[in-house]
């Protein structure tokens, strides 16, 4: 599981769409649309840094963290950066559109709110909506006016863009979400798989600008979109140890390689592994070990 997607990767991923316009103009944000025929039958699990909005016309299946959602009618899927999914499509028949923006390009300035705050985005919410052919009509309807416009000259086309996109947003309010997701048989193990690939994604750390960026199980939790008291719950279950007994046997497993194969000196390697102050990780590193991170580089022949 990538630990996120940022849009300079959407594009890496997606070779075919790099010349495509897009709007990308220093203070104002970035937004771009898209048919699907031409997108990926599976996209990875991760989470991504940017917002997006799919009519799906096509079968396939949505999973999340602990639960997912056999998408078999025509449907539309918000997603927000801070909730992990994948797609896998049931088929290479797939039609529709989506559009991808940040925050910035969708408020201009006049933060009245944030999408967070958004019933369609909210964390906890339900991201997805079954819509009759009526309501796929008036969807398609506004993605392709969007692609339109963003192929335009007109001055103000990034107002228009934007009204398209809160018009979308609005009539979407209108419409009832899904609730029957289906949970998978084991939830928990799914979750520690989950937890165990991001964890490892965190490393090797590299170089002594790296740094490692979730140090903690909350950390872990909140990429996962998930509570940490069920991560914790799944991780225990599946593996016989603790979520932070876990981060805390790969920071040390990561210590010991950059003590033993590095000529960092040891300050590089706590800043490294997340610590603040060398002080902290040798007294972890022996808490952990019974002995010091400099008893173990002088041992090195």
């Known amino acids: 599981m990538e630990s996120r997607e940022t849009i300079k990767g959407f594009y890496e991923r997606n070779a075919q769409n790099r010349g495509l316009q897009c709007i990308k103009t220093p203070g104002v944000g970035h937004f771009n649309v898209f048919s699907r025929e031409n997108c990926s039958s599976i996209t990875p699990y991760s989470r991504r840094d940017y917002y997006k909005i799919s009519l799906i016309i096509g079968k396939g299946k949505l999973h999340y963290a602990d639960k997912w959602i056999h998408v078999n009618k025509p449907a539309l899927l918000f997603s927000n950066p801070a909730i992990p999914y994948s797609w896998e499509a049931d088929d290479e028949d797939q039609k529709g559109f989506f559009c991808l923006f940040t925050d910035h390009f969708l408020y201009d300035g006049n933060r009245l709110g944030t999408l967070q705050e958004s019933p369609l985005f909210k964390v906890g919410g339900t991201p997805i909506f079954f819509i009759d052919s009526e309501q796929e009509k008036t969807v398609a309807d506004i993605f392709i006016k969007m692609m339109t416009e963003i192929q335009s000259d007109y001055l103000h086309k990034y107002d228009m863009l934007r009204a398209y996109l809160h018009l979308l947003i609005h009539e ?96 590089e390697i706590a800043y490294g592994l997340g610590f603040e102050e060398p002080a902290y990780f040798t007294n972890y590193f022996k808490k952990q070990t019974g002995i010091t991170p400099n008893a173990v580089r002088n041992a090195v022949v």
């Not at 490892?200 to 903690?216: A, G, M, N, T, Y």
């Not at 069920?230 to 140890?241: A, D, H, P, Q």
């Not at 040390?252 to 000196?265: M, S, V």
Request: proline share 4%.
């Open 172 to 267: 979407t309010m209108k419409m009832r979400p899904v609730e029957n997701f289906e949970h998978y048989q084991n939830a928990s193990q799914r979750v520690a798989s989950l937890f165990m690939e991001l964890l490892e994604r965190q490393f090797p750390i590299d170089s002594p600008e790296q740094f490692l960026r979730l140090k903690s199980p909350v950390d872990y939790a909140e990429n996962l979109s998930i509570h940490v008291n069920s991560l914790n719950r799944s991780v225990k279950e599946i593996t016989g140890r603790t979520t932070s007994q876990q981060i805390t046997s790969r920071i040390i497993q990561e210590a010991n390689a950059l003590l033993k194969h590095t000529d960092w000196n040891v300050s």
